[in-house]
């Protein structure tokens, strides 16, 4: 559903942002947000006209992804993103891509980035979205 942004501050806890559409659009609470990169951030809160979202930067980032046959848990600490909670991860290697699971409440096969460094049983990631210009 094709949206506007109407308030974004990336600088307040939680990295919020308000877009112009809501539950008269269909919009739901855990929807993802994604741009033509892959996904920007999560529906949070949703009123009639507008809803807000929290973008995927957020320390509060707690998406279930898949890598190959690989499943875990996308969490962000400081500006640096790992999958934890790891099941089934024998065979990922440096570069494999990671999406959105089927386990998510929203939509799975959505890119998030790509494995840049395996260590202490996490899954460090590069995020693939590099712009800022929303389509949702």
């Known amino acids: 559903i094709p949206a506007e942004i109407i308030n974004l501050s990336v600088k307040k806890i939680n990295n919020l942002f308000l877009i112009n559409k809501g539950s008269n ?6 929807s993802f947000v994604v741009n033509e990169d892959g996904l920007v951030g999560e529906i949070v809160k949703v009123y009639k006209k507008y809803s807000i979202a929290r973008l995927i930067t ?7 992804v898949e890598i190959n046959d690989c499943y875990g848990t996308l969490k962000v600490k ?4 790992y999958v934890s909670d790891l099941i089934n991860c024998g065979n990922v290697k440096k570069n494999d891509p990671v999406f959105t699971s089927k386990y998510n409440y ?3 096969n959505i890119l998030i980035g790509k494995i840049n460094d395996i260590k202490d049983d996490k899954l460090y990631i590069n995020y693939i ?6 389509h949702f």
């Open 25 to 30: 659009s269909r919009i739901k609470e855990n």
């Open 129 to 134: 979205v590099v712009s800022f210009f929303y």
């Open 106 to 108: 929203s939509s799975s």
């Open 58 to 64: 957020s320390n509060n980032t707690n998406i279930s």
């Open 78 to 81: 400081n500006n640096k993103y």
